[in-house]
Structure formats: structure tokens, C-alpha cells
């Protein structure tokens, strides 16, 4: 199978499928820029991500973490104003491609976002099937299945499993993070981004959700943008430190913490600026 | 520490604004009563109109209605026989037919404005003549729907009637359905487009989905505003005291049927155009009520994931 047939496959399961690695890497990003009308927000970011590990993005403020990120599913283009150059491979493929299609991106690359946003009319179990069935998924048990492994894989089924008739805005902030998270992981992604997925969070939803990032890297790849250095510490394999667009150093995250080979990393991590 | 003199933050400041508070804490207390309780009269004044209309269709039109009244044709004017039941069944079709047309286009063209136009030149050329077409008077609408789709065809027909509503209609379902469906968050567009979820899809199930009681409600107000309209009816489907005859004949609607009995010399003919017009009222309330009951309430039910 070609990569353009696989970037374009509609199976579910894409997770489990062999494929051909760009350089062994899962995520690839080469010189990638990205405005906002005049203002770049990017400039020329080069990282690779390996597969099943956990890469943390900080940075201060307006340093363009989110951007990326939304760069890695191409959800930035959704933003009137933003335009996109380079390359992002996920595997071998370019999704910048010409003939790549950003829907079938999307689905191979899920997205947990800074608020917990489930569907507001739609009830907990609604929510979790919800991607399955607007991809046309009919097999009902098929989607029980996926739905009680996805809420289970998010630590919510106990919770929740005797009310999934319940209305998904009924839950509390963490449990609905957790609900969104289980909604992207119906989807089987391969790579799931997360985009500050703590920062409106309690600390004991916020720990339930790091920990829940430590198993979620044994069956995909996590790419997760952070303000808090700590959970960046906790939680990740490498470290990206990015300050005003650039990606100033990125490495392991123990290297990144403890031995930064940039003043400039040395001085944030330290608390001096930020 | 700071209290210096040069210090933006000094005692005399604070004194000062203390002050002022204290002086003015009496008249800030007479203001806000007599604000509140202009704003209660403001109320009254606005539902007496309201209150007496109910009031006055309610009395006169009470005596009038019976299962006869309801479901006959009309009788003798004069010995006071019959009913309205072709105006009845005639609104009924007409609004029916007009939000058949009306309430798709409408808001798939609010969808459109909202979703897919953004800032366009385009876009804010079509909502200019939406908001230029709710001003526009619905005789002028109903000569439209005469010279198009009654001389064309050559009879007063029901489609006429039906089109001339659906352009009332729209505007209001276009402006309605763009308003709520700006009101959906992006963070909710942007959780479905993340699931891979193509666009229409999202706009269709997610997105319209949220907004759906304020679509509703809109559609609601829509419908309400058509079934009280006599002017474009009478360019086209003209009325008639027969029930519906078919497509190429006029057909009857409560609000011409109550213009004719209020023209008319007769007794009788006065008490059956209240009770016609207390049908109408009634008719446009309780499709408030039953939307209200029906959708807003159980807006939410599980497992009801468009099927597909």
C-alpha cells in the first residue's frame, strides 16, 4: 500500500497497522513557518517526534506552543487569517501535501483542547460515538465496544458507566476533560495532541490526567503543550522549549531540565523570566 | 510606607472618594427606586395593549365556538349557522406549504452566512436585502406572488399563498438561524473537526445541533408572523367558504376569513370573526406552547444521534 492509499485509508484501526517510518520518527516538522495575518508566529521549526513517547512544548505566553500544535493536525488553517509554509510529516506523509486530505489527517491525529468543549447537546456516550458514527460507523456493538474501551482508556468509565444517558455537560471540568479525551481516543489516533489539557483543571484532575498521559504512550504518540514546567517534567520523554516563535532548544526532557545547552532555556526554567 | 506626598496612592485620595460615596449614597438610593420602577411601568403599559386584545377576543369570541363552528363550512350569515372549518383547514395547508418552502431555504441560507461566508462582500450584500426584505410591506409581496404565480397560472391557487408566506418567512429564518448559529463557541466546531469529522457533517449534526432551539424558536416566530397575514392572501389565494378543492382553486385562511365577517353588516357575522380570531390566537399559541414543551424541554435525549 502506497502512502498516499494509507493517508487516505477510512479504517478505524490505523493504529495497528505497520508502516514505513520517516526516519523511524512518528512526527516529523521541518522548517515550518506560520503568520497571522502579517505577524509570524512560527519561524522555521524543525523537531521529530518518536513514536510512543510524550513531547512536552513550553515556553512563555505568545510564544507560538498553541500555534504548533495546531500546526502538527492542520487545525491552524481553520483560522481565517493564518497562513502555513513547510512540512509536517506524520509517518512518510507530508500532510501539507497537495494531495492530502486535512479530514483524513484529523482523524489519525486527535485533539484534546485547553477547555473541556464535549458537545453540548449530546449526551456522555453520544460524545464518545459521536466521531464513530458522523464517520459512518453503523455497527452498533462495534460502537459500544469502542465507546466502554475509549472511557475506560480515559480512567472515566467507573464513573460514569451507570449514567451515559446523562448529558456530558452534567459532568465536572476534570471528568469532562477526561470525556474529550475519550472522545478523541474513539477515533484510535495514532499521534493525540493536547493542547494546555490541565490548565482549567484542579491539581487532583489535572494528576489523574498526567498519569493518564503515562498509559496512553504505550498505545500512541502525545504531543502535549504545557505552561506548567512541573507536569512538563512529570510527564514527558522531550522537551521543547519554544520563545517567540522559535524553537530555541529541544531534547530530552532530563537534559532540558537539568542541563540546558541554552542560557536562554537555563533563565526560563529557572523562573527568571516568563 | 508610601504615603508620602508624591505617592499616587496617598490618604487624601481614598478621603476624597469616601466622600463622594457618602454623599452620594441618598440620591443613588431615590435614583434606583425610581428607575425600577419605571421599568415596571414600562411593563404595564406594554401588556395592556396585549391584555386587552386577549381580553376582548376571549369575551366575544367564546360564544362562538362549538364543534360546528370548528369543522363546518359557513351556513347563513344571517340565521348565524355553520362555521369556519375550509379557513381552518386552509391555514393550516397554506402556513404548512409556506414553511415546506420557507424553513429549508431559510436556514440553509442563515447556515451559509454563518458557516461558509464569513466577511465576505458577498455575504454582507445578502444579509443587506435580508434585512431590506423583512421591511417590505406583504401586499407588496402578495402582488408579486398575483403577477408571478396567479395570472401565470390562471386560477388563485394555494401555491401563490404558499410562496408569497415563504418570503416573509425567510428573512426572518435566515436572520434567526444566522444569529443562534454564531452563538454555537468555535471550541465545539474545533472539538469536531479534530474527530475528522468533514464539514458539512460538523455544520449539519454538531453545529446546527447546538443551535437548534434557537432555530426552532425562530421558525416558530416565523410561522406566527405568516399565520396572522391577510394582505399578500387575499392576491392569492383570494378565500373561498368551500374547503380545499384541489391546487388550482383559492383556498380559505382564518385571517381573510375574519376580514370578510368584520366587513359584513350582520350580527352574526361579527361574533363568528371573533371566534375566528380567538381559533387563530389559540391555533398560534399553542404551537409556542407544544414547541416549548415538546423540544426545549426534552432538548436533550440520549442515544439520539442523528441516524443514519
Redesign the interface.
Known sequence: MSSEEYANTNSYKLSSLAVTKRHGYKVSVRNLNSWFGSKQALKDINFDVKENTVTALIGPSGCGKTTLIRCLNRMNEMTSSATVKGSVYLDDIDIYANNVDPVIIKRRMGMVFQKPNPFPTMSIYDNVAAGLKLNGIRDKALIREIVEESLKGAVLWDEVKDELGKPGLSLSGGQQQRLCIARALAMQPEVLLMDEPTSALDPIASAKIEELMNELRKELTVIIVTHNMQQAARVSNHTAFMYLGELVEYGPTKQIFENPQKELTERYISGKFG | MNNTENSPHNVDHRKVIHEAIVRKNYKRKIVNRVFTGATIACVMIAMIPLGSILFEVVKNGISAISIEFLTQPQGSIIRGDGGVGPAIQGTLLTVGYASLIGVPIGILAGVYLSEYA?NSKFAYTVRFFNNVMTGIPSIVIGIVGYIVLVITIGSFNITAGAVALSIIMIPIVVAVTEETLKLV?N??R?????????KW??TL??TL??A?NGVLTGIVLAVSRVAGETAPLIMTILGTSLFFQGFLSPVDALPLRIWRFASQPYEHAHSFGWGAALVLIIMVLSLSILLRFLVLEK????????K?
Request: avoid cysteine; proline fraction near 7%.
Open positions: 464569513g463557541p471550541s465545539i474545533e472539538a469536531a473537526h479534530s474527530l475528522g469529522i468533514p457533517k460538523v449534526f454538531i445541533r447546538s437548534k432538548s436533550f435525549k440520549s442515544g439520539s444521534l442523528v443514519m
